[in-house]
């Protein structure tokens, strides 16, 4: 009886036993499945991944690619730019070569113009200069037997010439026309100074009182005796240079003092003596600076 009892009670033993084992296994292949699962997943994200590093990949080689052209383009233009500078710098040097050159040809054009300009003031001071020489600067009255103007004339008051209203020559004013006479003769003697003459023009000039016509035929007369006296008493200043002469006559036009008292109507009634400049001199000058200048300017 004890050995049967001991026999079942094995049995029930070995039946609790497998069951646990089968537990176990399938636990294990659960476990085994799941792990093969989580394989399989990490695969597939792992791939995913993968790809879209790739393409991450390619994208980022093509931005390079473009980026090294865009860069490429880039230092050719600098390249361009720094030839196109340095072409630049060349031509500003060039350019301030010729302008450094035009500035020389300008101030050699400004001299000859100027030289012209001061032509007929030169002339009419070294008139002025001989009449005071054999004159003296002032008559008995203190006045000034001539004067240059503002306008480079040679003026004379017409009291020392004229009576008033009148075109006859005073006494006093005979000898102040002689040397006058005699200092442009000695002046256009010179070549230099008749090239460039165009005409020496003797102008006579009234007050504002009387009518302008009256007042234009007593100037002109006027101009006319002092340029008839002047050849009458100098018969080689008529005779060698005549033709530089003329006689003018500009009624009240043509004031120097705009006042209405008798000062001022005195002042304006005067003989005034004007060099006039032949102007195809000065264009031949002008021209001339052209003309040397041309070739210098295309020749850079």
């Known amino acids: 009886m004890k050995a049967r009892r001991k026999y079942f009670g094995e049995g029930a033993a070995a039946q609790d036993f497998w069951p646990s084992f089968t537990d176990v296994m399938s636990t294990l292949a659960l476990i085994l499945f799941f792990l093969m699962l989580l ?48 072409l630049s710098e060349q031509e500003i040097e060039n350019q301030k070569a010729i302008i450094a050159l035009s500035n020389e040809e300008l101030q050699s054009l400004r001299v000859r113009l100027q030289s012209i300009a001061f032509l007929r003031l030169d ?42 209203n009148s075109y006859k020559l005073r006494p006093e004013a005979k000898e102040l026309l002689t ?24 102008e006579g000039h009234t007050d504002s009182l009387g009518n302008s016509d009256y007042n234009r035929e007593l100037s002109a ?58 102007d195809s001199n000065i264009q031949k000058v002008i021209e001339k600076y052209f003309d040397e200048t041309k070739g210098i300017l295309e020749s850079r």
């Open 221 to 278: 007369r006027r101009a006319t005796e002092v340029v008839n006296y002047m050849f009458s008493v100098n018969p080689n200043l008529e005779a060698k240079y005549g033709k530089y002469f003329a006689a003018n006559g500009f009624s009240k036009f043509r004031p120097i003092n705009t006042g209405s008292d008798e000062e001022s109507r005195a002042a304006n009634r005067r003989i005034e003596i004007s060099i006039i400049i032949k």
């Open 179 to 202: 040397q006058l006479s005699k200092a442009f003769e000695r002046v256009l003697e010179n070549p230099e100074t008749r090239e460039n003459i165009d005409a020496i023009s003797i």
């Open 123 to 164: 002339i009419l001071q070294k008139v002025k200069e001989s009449v005071e020489k054999e004159l003296g600067k002032y008559n008995e009255k203190g006045q000034e037997l001539v004067t240059i103007g503002d306008n480079a004339n040679i003026i004379i008051n017409e009291s020392m010439v004229f009576a008033f």
């Open 39 to 86: 394989a399989y997943v990490q695969n597939i994200i792992y791939g995913n991944n993968l790809e879209n590093a790739r393409q991450q990949l390619e994208i980022a080689r093509a931005d390079i690619s473009s980026a090294e052209r865009e860069l490429r383009f880039i230092r050719l233009e600098i390249d361009k730019t720094r030839t196109a500078l340095a």
